[in-house]
């Protein structure tokens, strides 16, 4: 999924960082998890904690990471139904305009019939009906948990594949782009079995991590004053379901709660410094850019008041490699991977 500080780029160099400092380590926690590719990645090797502050987010964990294997669906035998993706991803659209009218936020919201054009209008009733009937199944028992995480996160990972904008929800095109023209599809995702009890949450990493304790602590936060939620807002709602009451010619959802410390200039340091304070993990690896809120002189004091001072190292990655575009002076910037080693209390 194209989503803001996404690490598909730099998964190689974090496992160089874990090999180089932590060969022995057994669990691995990405405590600000975006698109989940961290975790989906080091399961392979190391039991996974993952968290988000983002709903969506902790369905894409739940689904990949939580769930060890790809769910079966027995319960839906009773209605005929052996793969749901297929059911959903082949239906004809006169069956989904079966769909009450007030239970079609989508199409209600971010569609022409909303007056919107993040998706087109027979998109947006696929996706509405998809989201309603795994409701359903789900109050009604006949899918599982697991099942309907994985639903829901397939749903979720399906909509950017057909949405009128450029990389992020802060606004729609005024013009149908080639994209928005496809037709929405549940994006099957895959399930690694790693046979660990693996865990995902969905809460402030800060608090999160008084309770945690593990091996290896992998962090990567916002670096600067863009917030996510409003960012992402749409994809919120289609994990969550919950028809907010939005505002705008964007249709954003209310996100006062959701506001992250790590995009404040005047909070983020006193924000790390708790994080790594509370981190109960004997490996610490940062991510972080040259170009965020907290300089590398910030980032150094407060990872060695709580590390152990000599284990501390930067890797620094040109943003060249990082960045799949290059632009002009972004070339002096890095991508920063720090690594500071920490003694359990
Ligand atoms: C740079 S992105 C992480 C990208 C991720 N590593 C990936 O590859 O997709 C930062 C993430 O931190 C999350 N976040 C921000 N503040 C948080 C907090 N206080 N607790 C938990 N997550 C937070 C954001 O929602 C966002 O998903």
């Excluded at 996404?6 to 926690?29: G, M, Q, S, Y």
């Excluded at 060890?68 to 005929?80: E, N, R, V």
């Excluded at 999160?208 to 916002?222: M, S, W």
């Amino acid at each position: 999924m194209r989503f803001i500080g996404c690490k598909t780029l730099l998964l190689d160099k974090i496992k160089e960082v874990i090999d180089e400092n932590a060969p022995e380590a057994k669990t691995f926690c990405d405590i600000f998890s975006g698109t989940s590719v961290v975790s989906r990645y080091f399961k392979q090797w190391y039991e996974i904690t993952s968290n988000d502050i983002l709903y969506f987010s902790f369905v894409l964990q739940r689904a990949t990471v939580e769930n060890d294997t790809l769910p079966s669906f027995s319960g839906l035998d009773q209605l005929g139904i052996d793969d749901p993706v297929q059911y959903f991803n082949e239906m004809k659209p006169a069956e989904m305009e079966t769909l009450e009218q007030e239970k079609r936020f989508f199409q209600n919201t971010y569609a022409p019939t909303g007056g919107r054009m993040y998706i087109n209008d027979e998109n947006a009733l696929r996706i509405d009906y998809a989201r309603n009937t795994v409701e359903d199944w789900h109050n009604s028992s006949l899918i599982t948990d697991d099942e309907y995480f994985y639903l829901v996160a397939c749903i979720v990972e399906g909509i950017p594949f057909v949405s009128n904008i450029s990389g992020t929800y802060g606004a729609f095109h005024k013009q149908w782009e080639k994209r928005s023209y496809k037709k929405f599809e549940l994006f099957r995702l895959d399930v690694l079995t790693n046979n660990k009890n693996n865990k995902c949450y969905n809460e402030d990493g800060v608090e999160l991590l008084k309770r945690l304790e593990g091996d290896v602590l992998y962090i990567d936060p916002p670096y600067n004053g863009r917030q996510y939620l409003p960012n992402y807002h749409v994809l919120e709602t289609a994990a969550k379901y919950d028809f907010p009451e939005v505002r705008g010619v964007t249709a954003q959802r209310p996100y006062e709660n959701n506001k992250s410390d790590f995009c404040l200039k005047g909070k983020v340091i006193e924000a790390f410094s708790n994080l790594i304070e509370n981190a109960q993990y004997g490996h610490i690896i940062l991510s972080y850019s040259t170009d965020g809120l907290m300089s590398v002189e910030d980032i150094e004091a407060v990872m060695k008041k709580y590390g152990i001072a000599d284990t501390f190292r930067i890797y620094e990655i040109p943003y060249r490699r990082y960045k799949s575009r290059t632009q002009g002076k972004k070339d002096e910037l890095k991508e920063l991977l720090v690594y500071v080693r920490k003694n359990k209390k």
